[in-house]
């Protein structure tokens, strides 16, 4: 079946560094890609999406990007804060339903 | 949050023992999502729904029904509880009918002794 493999599962990095985490998939026909944010305790939240005819997508600190060839898409995150601190996950495939990755844990030091 | 509440919120129980947690959503969202979640597995779907009386099955179903006889309600069944349905449960609705945009609710954490 589907599969989204996400790595690393932890990332430390300097306040002010960048951060990207990268998920791969497996199905070919999938068409949209979601990142959650969740932070100890709470829910997982909605931080940015891609769909498949998109190849970048941009929010002021966070963008994603896709590559359909190699089917991975990874989030990046510029000039990292503390408040970056927390889990990420990444999903897919497909309107439906999603599989999310294993998650990984970002630290960002001050 | 999308109106999305779950109840309870906490809940402790013992192995055999039945237990239905409840999701509750007040903006009329066709989809809604049961999810487990666990250390180092991430979210895994156990069930959804796509309308009233309709529902099927996720990844991770065996132990667990589920029930939607109201479009606001979403019930996830545990009939006789065991200790590897200890998790985090969260509950979720897509705000656009088949959308992919999925939103969750807070959380029930379940403990299985």
Known sequence: ??????????LSVQEGDSAVIKCTYSDS????FPWYKQELGKRPQLIIDI????GEKKDQRIAV???KTAKHFSLHITETQPEDSAVYFCAGPNTDK????TGTRLQVFP | DAGITQSPRHKVTETGTPVTLRCHQTENHRYMYWYRQDPGHGLRLIHYSYGVKDTDKG?????YS????????FLLTLESATSSQTS???CAISVSSGGPEQFFGPGTRLTVL
């Open chain 2, 66 to 73: 589920v029930s939607r006889s109201k479009t606001e309600d």
């Open chain 1, 29 to 32: 026909a999938s068409n949209y």
């Open chain 1, 1 to 10: 079946g589907e599969n989204v493999e996400q790595h690393p599962s932890t």
């Open chain 2, 59 to 63: 990844e991770v179903s065996d132990g």
């Open chain 1, 98 to 101: 999603l599989i999310f990755g």
């Open chain 1, 65 to 67: 990007t896709l590559n």
């Open chain 1, 51 to 54: 769909r498949s005819n998109v």
């Open chain 2, 88 to 90: 985090v449960y969260f």
